[in-house]
Antibody, heavy 124, light 105 residues
């Protein structure tokens, strides 16, 4: 069974930094692109970043470009999101999600499954 | 950038109703369109990928159609467990529609 377990969320002051982790199990991690999708309270979904299985190609939404960095450690089956210069508008539940296509050359086809999410609150 | 527009943003329906949700892309996206269901406090769940392929384990009352710019998610006979919010998503770059909340009439 595929499992994705996010961690690292919490309350952080504006301008601060946080690193999210997503521990994956139940599949060949290095064969799949992975993504971070966030959902602000009461709002819709936004894919903020994605990375190919090898880590050689990444995607960032304009809203986080230059502030967030996605990475992965295929030896540890773990996905990361380093978030710097955090703003109030970054407050959201952050989900990691596995891509639906094995050995895909791009970062995102469809997301399946998703983790349970970790809440990031940016507030003073 | 490609924009994804869902309509309606919400709807009220009764058990057994046929429900149709529309997603429109701002430019042609072939069949690179996926649909998700999200219940309150839960992560989204994939229903349909590549516009019309039903994900394994998803009830057959769900179906997807369309290509190019206009896509449709249909629930043939609404069940109590279907009351949720539905999102469309384009693959490249990953872009979601605004969501459609399906509520009980």
């Amino acid at each position: 069974e595929v499992q994705l377990l996010e961690s690292g969320g919490g309350l952080i002051q504006p301008g601060g930094s946080l690193r999210l982790s997503c521990a994956a199990s139940g599949f060949t991690f290095s064969s799949y692109a992975m993504s971070w999708v966030r959902q602000a309270p009461g709002k819709g979904l936004e894919c903020v970043s994605a990375i190919t299985g090898s880590g050689g190609s990444t995607y960032y939404a304009d809203s986080v470009k230059g502030r967030f960095t996605i990475s992965r450690d295929n030896s540890k089956n773990t996905l990361y999101l380093q978030m710097n210069s955090l703003r109030a508008e970054d407050t959201a539940v952050y989900y990691c999600a596995k891509d639906g296509v094995q050995y895909s050359s791009t970062w995102s086809n469809w997301f399946d499954p998703w983790g349970q999410g970790t809440l990031v609150t940016v507030s003073s | 950038d490609i924009q994804m527009t869902q309509s309606p943003s919400s709807l009220s329906a009764s058990i057994g109703d046929r429900v149709t949700i529309t997603c429109r892309a701002s430019q042609t996206i072939s069949s690179y369109l996926n649909w998700y269901q999200q219940k309150p406090g839960k992560a989204p769940n994939l229903l349909i990928y590549a516009a019309s392929t039903l994900q394994s384990g998803v009830p057959s009352r769900f179906s997807g159609s369309g290509s190019g710019t206009d896509f449709t998610l249909t629930i043939s006979s609404l069940q109590p467990e279907d009351f949720a919010t539905y999102y469309c998503q384009h693959s490249y770059p990953p872009t979601f529609g605004g969501g459609t909340k399906v509520e009980i009439k």
